[in-house]
């Protein structure tokens, strides 16, 4: 049986995130203000959830499906596909982050629609992946300011019932090796266990250094998945 982990956009978009996805039958989009995923049912038969994925999107739009062993559905073609390393906290070996500077005194905020521009530029400073203006509105978000500046930042994605994904980890370079990205992991993951929800998270198996301060917080590897950037075939 597959577990919800193996298929987190479509079980966050029939799921929790309901709300901000459309689509019927075998197939979701989330809204292109928040993010960019897409689902298909796993349990569907591919050709049919082919023709309600191709309901969701204009000829020639692109879409990205995640989870493990992802299968493009017929009337799509590949356009690019990565892999993520699925690291997953266990409640109990939760730690808060800390900072490696004697002396600092960084807070974390939380942070919201007034934030976003500040946001949008940390994001296209770290290029952490995609983060749009209305991203914010899927969960928490925290951040440390430093003079008035984003200089640090994480928060929430997908949520599959019973999971959260910690996402947009993002450190300004000038304010690299003070522990802050262990900080706003440490306080989003805090914040999903006080709910009763377990965080993961996606990291590029090259990102050593980013796994190390996962596997320092107790993250553990889960499994490898995929995703796969696609797009409509043109009519013959």
């Known amino acids: 049986m597959r577990h919800v982990l193996d298929d987190p956009a479509w079980h966050s978009l029939t799921g929790p995130l309901a709300r901000f996805s459309s689509g019927t039958g075998a197939a979701r989009r989330i809204s292109p203000e928040h993010s960019i995923f897409t689902a298909v049912d796993p349990s569907a038969d591919l050709v049919e959830a082919g ?17 493990h062993g992802v299968v493009v559905p017929p009337g799509f073609h590949d356009t690019g596909r ?10 109990d070996t939760a730690r808060r982050g800390d900072t490696a500077r004697r002396g600092d005194t960084a807070e974390v905020v939380e942070l919201g629609g007034g934030d976003v521009d500040d946001m949008l530029s940390l994001i296209d400073h770290a290029r952490p992946g995609p983060f749009f203006r209305r991203t914010v509105e899927l969960g928490t978000y925290v951040g440390v300011r430093a003079d008035g500046e984003l200089i640090a930042m994480a928060g929430e994605r ?20 003070r522990g802050l990205a262990s900080l706003v992991v440490a306080e989003v993951a805090t914040r999903a266990l006080a709910r009763g929800d ?23 590897t889960r499994r490898v998945v995929e995703f796969v950037a696609y797009e409509s075939e043109p009519p013959i």
């Open 158 to 177: 997908l949520r599959p019932p019973g999971y959260v994904e910690v996402s947009a980890v993002s450190t300004r370079d000038s304010a690299r090796r």
């Open 82 to 91: 990565g892999v993520a390393l699925q690291m997953v906290l266990d409640g």
């Open 198 to 220: 377990t965080p993961f998270l996606h990291v590029v198996p090259t990102n050593e250094a980013a796994i190390s301060v996962y596997e320092r917080l107790g993250f553990l």
């Open 51 to 67: 023709r309600d994925l191709a309901a969701l999107l204009a000829p020639g739009e692109r879409g990205v499906l995640v989870g």
